[in-house]
């Protein structure tokens, strides 16, 4: 007769982590964070102004003097680059250190980044009851608390509700009212229209010819791209919302050479008795940051992680990935920014649970790949990114403060920009004409 598995002191088949578990290692991981000598070397690059705000805060850190600060200069003028010397001369140091951003693609750019949902638990569902899930007696409030720095990139693009959450969890966990003051500000919605420069426009004619015109200024001949040269991967369409997005995904993975690979999730609604009623329904739906029930991929194809696997690791969510291998139930795939831009990862199919989005109209969970294409992102997606190339398609004008300049600021300079604006019904020459969104009270309190 055979052996039963059962017959040997084998790990379980089925391991189960807790909360607490998981912050745990999420402590332990940020006091194991690594300086790059590239960053240790930047401290002594620093320009004045940049070396002025790095004395003022580190001195802060070094005499344990409390403060907040705020950091307000336009895109490439170097403040990544201040962010990282502040954390190398912190982390060298022996101290604690915690990056965040408000987009997973920034966090990917900083050393131990991650986003501030991750860092703070801020609740998904904005309220202005909420409060941050962390308990004083957790191994994340230890942290935060041992914490002699904390850096948010992209602070102001956080909802309202969401900053003053982490305030009122920072009082909380420090027992003082002092970080961050106030119960945050009433801002009211300054809309200015501005004229785009006719160099910058993809000129409007039909929607999908002049869709055509943008996708091919951007990405000129995909079916040519090589297997070995990535670089063409750090060019981007950008817009609004994730439908425009998926549109345009599924246009250029057509043109992308090599044979697909379909990935069709399995999707389970907590109604069991409604499964086969539902389930066309069900497969149509796309949550707030849940993969498509079908992904179409192909080798080499850009694609981003919606979800934190690994942060300290690289695997943040919003991480840009290159596919290298694509299998039945495993892709091999590359990262293609950030500081672990070149390594190799392996992704599976992982459950995601639709109770988080409030707007989801039936609770399921869906089995899949957790990516998606990234020919094209949204904005907000993009903050904290330098791209070779970027084309702007605003089927519908911006809708939150800044968002405008993200978009504009993501190229290394004007001459990598394409723009391309569906004009009004009520004016269709007004292709070269889009609101910009400013809340006027923000810019008021930078120049305090």
């Known amino acids: 007769m055979g052996k039963n598995i059962n017959s040997y002191d084998l790990v379980p088949r089925i391991l189960r982590f807790d909360q607490v578990d998981r912050e745990t290692r999420d402590t332990i991981s940020e006091t194991q964070i690594a300086v790059s000598d590239e960053d240790i070397a930047s401290i002594s690059r620093l320009n004045m102004e940049q070396k002025l705000a790095f ?7 070094y005499n344990d003097h409390k403060g907040s600060f705020f950091l307000d200069r336009p895109g490439g003028s170097g403040k990544t680059f201040l962010y990282k010397a502040l954390l190398a001369a912190i982390i060298s140091k022996g101290f604690i250190a915690l990056a965040t951003t408000s987009s997973g693609v920034a966090a990917s750019i900083l050393p131990g980044g991650r986003i501030v949902h991750s860092c703070f638990k801020i609740p998904i569902n904005m309220d202005i009851s909420k409060m941050c899930t962390v308990s004083k007696q957790s191994a994340l409030a230890a942290l935060l608390r041992q914490a002699k720095l904390i850096i948010w990139d992209e602070a102001p693009m956080m909802h309202k509700t969401g900053i003053e959450c982490v305030d009122k969890l920072l009082r909380d966990l ?4 002092d970080l961050f003051g106030g119960d945050g500000i009433e801002c009211f919605v300054h809309n200015n229209n501005i004229q785009i420069p006719k160099d910058l426009l993809v000129p409007y004619s039909t929607e999908e010819q002049s869709l055509n015109k943008l996708i091919h200024a951007v990405f000129p001949d995909l079916k040519s791209c090589s297997h070995e040269d990535y670089s063409w991967t750090n060019r981007a369409i950008l817009t609004t919302k994730n439908n425009f997005v998926d549109d345009i995904n599924n246009a250029l993975i057509e043109e992308f050479s090599d044979s697909t690979f379909e990935y069709i999730s399995r999707d389970k609604i907590a109604d069991t008795s409604q499964q086969a009623i539902l389930e066309d329904f069900v497969s149509s739906l796309t949550p707030n940051g849940f993969p498509p029930h079908k992904i179409l991929l192909k080798a080499n194809a850009p694609t981003m992680l919606l979800k934190n696997i690994d942060p300290p690791k690289g695997l943040c969510n919003s991480t840009r990935l290159i596919c290298r291998s694509l299998r039945q139930n495993i892709i091999e795939a590359v990262i293609s920014c950030g500081e672990f831009a070149g390594k190799e990862v392996f992704l599976h199919r992982i459950c995601f649970k639709s109770d988080s989005d409030p707007d989801c109209p039936i609770a399921f969970e869906r089995m899949q790949f957790p990516i998606r294409l990234c020919f094209a992102m949204t904005i907000n997606k993009a903050q904290g990114q330098t791209l070779d190339c970027v084309g702007i398609y605003l089927c519908e004008p911006v809708f939150s403060h800044d968002q405008l300049y993200v ?29 910009d969104i400013v809340y006027i009270e923000i810019l008021e309190i930078a120049q305090l």
């Open 55 to 61: 004395d003022i805060i580190t001195a802060h850190v």
């Open 174 to 177: 420090t027992d003082t009212d």
């Open 407 to 435: 978009a504009l600021s993501r190229a290394r300079n004007s001459n990598s920009v394409k723009i391309l604006i569906k004009p009004s019904l009520s004016d269709l020459t007004s292709y070269d004409i889009t609101p």
